[in-house]
């Protein structure tokens, strides 16, 4: 396993990468961060990718690089388009970031990325049985860990709740749109970890995404039989994730 890895995130408003420690999990360079370009179409999305990583100055060719990218990633191939451009559907998309970059990249949704980093360094250190992390942000990612081992594409952002698709009620993009209070939306996370807990019985719940640092505003109002608890690695939970991935 190498020492240190470079971990590249690619969210719907922003693309961040840094160097990783991989026995910490710690940074080892700044947070590196650019915007996401409108509209998300692939080409500019690579171009900003690459312009990212020459950021990160020189990157010996054995260091692992990992991307984690929000979609269902089969094979490499991206599967799914929530809030980038339609035209990533169906697309072999590591390929054409290995060909832009020049190297072999390791390529993962962002929120299995940082539910592999919680379980490794975080909140969800040697947690047992079934750990369910939420990253609420542009959309609501999910990672679904047992024992520690990632169950991938879990894609929970997207259950059908009361009609609608789970993030565009309770992600923080849907709480800054529609100007709720810090109670109106717990009430909509409320429901939406409720109908987590009854189709999976999870033994913990974590929560991450930007929005994690305030926690303390709206956790506390929800009501569960789960501990939910706040993820620890915060924004580089992705970074985190996609370079230890990298790295094994
Ligand atoms: C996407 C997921 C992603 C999540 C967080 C959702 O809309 O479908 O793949 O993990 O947003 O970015």
């Known amino acids: 396993m190498s020492t240190t890895a470079v971990g590249i995130d690619i969210g719907g ?10 026995a910490t999990g710690e940074l080892l360079t700044d947070r590196m961060k650019l915007a996401t370009p409108d509209g998300g179409k692939p080409d500019d999305i690579l171009d900003t990718v690459l312009a990212l990583f020459d950021q990160l100055g020189e990157i010996g060719e054995a260091t692992p690089v990992g991307v984690c990218f929000p979609a269902i ?3 490499g191939c991206t599967m799914s388009a929530a809030n980038v451009s339609k035209k990533w559907i169906g697309l072999d998309a590591e390929k054409l970031f290995e060909a832009k970059l020049g190297r072999s990249i390791h390529f993962v949704n962002d929120a299995d990325a940082a539910g592999v980093a919680e379980a490794r360094y975080g909140a969800a250190r040697d947690a047992k049985g079934l750990t369910i992390l939420t990253t609420l942000g542009t959309g609501i990612g999910s990672a679904m860990l047992f024992d520690g081992e990632l169950i991938p594409n879990s894609e929970l952002g997207h259950l059908e ?5 789970a993030e565009s009620l309770a992600s923080t993009s849907a709480k800054e ?8 939306w717990a009430k909509r996370l409320q429901r939406y970890y409720e109908h987590l807990e009854l189709l999976f019985s999870p033994d913990l719940i974590l929560v991450g995404g930007g929005i994690s640092k305030s926690s303390e505003e709206f956790l ?6 789960t501990p939910i608890k706040p993820a620890t690695l915060r924004n580089n939970a992705g ?3 996609a370079a230890e991935l990298a790295s094994r």
């Open 13 to 22: 408003t922003g693309i961040k990468g840094a160097i990783v420690d991989i």
């Open 73 to 75: 990633i089969i094979n």
């Open 161 to 165: 709740l009361d009609g609608h698709d």
């Open 177 to 184: 749109k529609e100007d709720l209070s810090w109670k109106d």
């Open 220 to 225: 506390p109002l929800l009501e569960l039989r």
């Open 239 to 241: 970074i985190v994730g």
